[in-house]
Every structure is written in C-alpha cells, then in structure tokens.
C-alpha cells in the first residue's frame, strides 16, 4: 500500500509558477512510477506528466511540454511537479499517482494509488 499527499497548490497569476509535490508513505516509493494528472470542471481527467522510478526517463502532455517538469527525489520519498508560464488553462485539481508495472503513463488506469488532489487556480 503507498499513500500520496499532495502539496502546495493555490492561487497564482498567469505567468506565474508554483511548485506541486506529492509525498508518499507506505512501501517503497523507489519502486513506482509517478504521474500526475489534473481535472477541470466537468472535463475528463487529463494526463499532465509520469516520470520512471529512477527519474531517468519523463513524458509530458504536449499542452505542458516546455513548461511543467517533473522530477522525485526517492531518499525524501516525495515527487515533485514544478509549473511555470502558467496558463489559465491550467486551472484544475492536479492528482499524483504511483503505478508498480508498466502499462501507459497516459491511462489513469494503469495507476494503482492516487492523492486526494490539490487545487491549482491559475488568473488571468
């Protein structure tokens, strides 16, 4: 069982940028891949960006590419999505998630565990 929390959501200006992370508790976190993923009212649920468990490898939407990075720190136990340039089109919950197998980064099906969300508001 792995727990995630995440942090360090809140209210920022366009152009603006904030830091997300998602500490985990429970079995190992080293051994699980990370994503994140974000939902706005009444959308779907959208995939924002997985990293491996080494933090070797990453993949982005293309609507955040250039712009969010993902990376973990496995001594801490905790993932981190940093935001910049962002957009008011980024305004939703944003999820971290943790899969033990492989499978799509992109299906939030293929995630075993998940954080209760936190909010990211983005002005215009």
């Known amino acids: 069982q792995v727990q995630l929390v995440e942090s360090g959501g809140g209210l920022v200006q366009a152009g603006g940028s904030l830091r997300l992370s998602c500490a985990a508790s429970?079995?190992?976190?080293?051994?699980?891949?990370m994503g994140w993923f974000r939902q706005a009212p009444g959308k779907e649920r959208e995939f924002v960006g997985a990293?491996?468990?080494?933090?070797?490898?990453?993949n982005y939407a293309d609507s955040v590419k250039g712009r969010f990075t993902i990376s973990r720190d496995n001594a801490k136990n905790t993932g981190y999505l940093q935001m910049n340039s962002l957009k008011s089109e980024d305004t939703a919950v944003y999820y971290c998630c943790a899969k033990r197998l492989g499978g799509s980064d992109t299906s939030p099906t293929q995630y075993d565990y998940w954080g209760q969300g936190t909010q990211v508001t983005v002005s215009s």
């Open positions: 990293i491996n468990w080494s933090g070797g490898r990453t």
């Open positions: 429970g079995r190992t976190f080293s051994s699980y891949s």
